[in-house]
């Protein structure tokens, strides 16, 4: 008996310290996940906002065959839209002669350093319930006071910062899986039915946030021209740099809340 005793404090002892790491487990596979804390207002917001698909761009044959030639990735959606409405005639091929045409400087492509998600980025509204004369518990519910705009954008001014602005999104909507945009509103009037118990004598205060994704990382910057040798088409970059740069890009109908009681 001592001995059975003894393996069922060892099973339960075990299940109880492995479940902390079954939480940090999850957590560490996916960082993005929407906390208990935050919920979607798609449906509850009175502010319609515009879906922001993210602007990938399937590239054309001959766009392909243009980036394939190159060493250079090229993710910019504006760049390859170019391209895409290129084209070459078969005259200008069979000349036999060297032609460049200069496309201009443009941002390649970004390369991500870090995503993380700020599910407090800014708040919007605070709604609160002074319960400390009442007689029994009493309860309240979110209620957006005024209308709130939040945008995101770059940390820094950059060269053609519209197509950065892209690639930073194409590259956070797709790792974090959440309808992102740099600008999104909360409508006034906007409510949720979860419910929050103030106690007597007590004071609740229920702050709402719109959360944001911030994406860091690098841009590649090249001058592009397309070059046609001898019947043979290709892209060719010069001047390669580099720029960091960073962007919050709020997400779009969510809230965190957080709920606090005083005497």
Do not use: C
Not at 60 to 66: H, I, K, M, P
């Amino acid at each position: 008996m001592k001995q059975l005793a003894f393996s069922i404090i060892v099973i339960v002892t075990m299940l109880f310290h492995s479940q902390p790491f079954a939480f940090a487990k999850e957590a560490a596979e996916n960082p993005y996940k929407v906390p208990d804390s935050a919920l979607s207002i798609s449906k509850e917001n009175t502010y319609t906002n515009g879906t922001q698909d993210l602007p990938y761009l399937h590239p054309s044959e001959l766009a392909q065959e243009f980036l394939d030639s190159t060493d250079e990735k090229i993710a910019n959606p504006d760049l390859i839209r170019l391209l895409n409405e290129s084209h070459v005639g078969n005259p200008l091929l069979g000349l036999g002669l060297r032609v460049s045409v200069y496309l201009g400087e443009w941002p390649l492509a970004y390369e991500s350093a870090g995503t993380e998600v700020n599910w407090q980025y800014q708040k919007v509204n605070t709604n609160y319930v002074d319960n400390r004369g009442g007689h029994a518990p009493a309860q309240m519910t979110y209620s957006q006071d005024q209308q709130k705009k939040i945008s995101g954008g770059l940390s820094a001014a950059i060269p053609n910062s519209e197509a950065v602005r892209k690639m930073m999104m194409i590259h956070a909507g797709q790792t974090t899986q959440l309808p992102l945009s740099f600008d999104t509103v909360i409508g006034q009037g906007t409510r949720t039915s979860q419910t929050y118990n103030v106690s007597t004598s007590q004071i609740g205060y229920l702050n709402a946030y719109v959360p944001a994704v911030q994406e860091k990382g690098n841009v590649t910057y090249g001058e592009v021209y397309v070059v046609i040798k001898n019947g043979k088409k290709r892209l060719e970059v010069k001047n390669v740099t580099q720029q960091g740069i960073g962007a919050w890009i709020p997400i779009q109908d969510y809230l965190s809340f957080t709920y606090m009681a005083k005497n």
